[in-house]
């Protein structure tokens, strides 16, 4: 049994943490077969990644953890 593997294209975030405005990431860009989050410290890179945790999981993993 092999490994699942998921390919967002997408992701669409508005009013969540520091993002307020609708910002819309495309990560099916046809120039690059891979994609790097880069930029200075508070600028949104784990925010992204826990909206990409909440939509395939359902959970919060960095709240779960500071409620316990």
């Known amino acids: 049994m092999g490994a699942k ?7 669409y975030i508005e009013n969540f943490k520091g993002i307020k405005d ?3 990431f495309d ?5 690059f077969n891979s994609n790097i989050l880069s930029g200075p410290n508070g ?3 784990t925010t992204i ?4 945790e909440i939509c395939l999981t359902g ?3 960095r ?6």
């Open 22 to 24: 609708k910002v819309i």
């Open 5 to 11: 593997v998921i390919k967002i294209d997408k992701i």
């Open 43 to 45: 600028f949104g890179k």
């Open 49 to 52: 990644f826990e909206v990409i």
């Open 59 to 61: 959970n919060f993993g």
């Open 27 to 31: 990560f099916n860009s046809a120039e």
């Open 63 to 68: 709240i779960e953890r500071f409620e316990n």
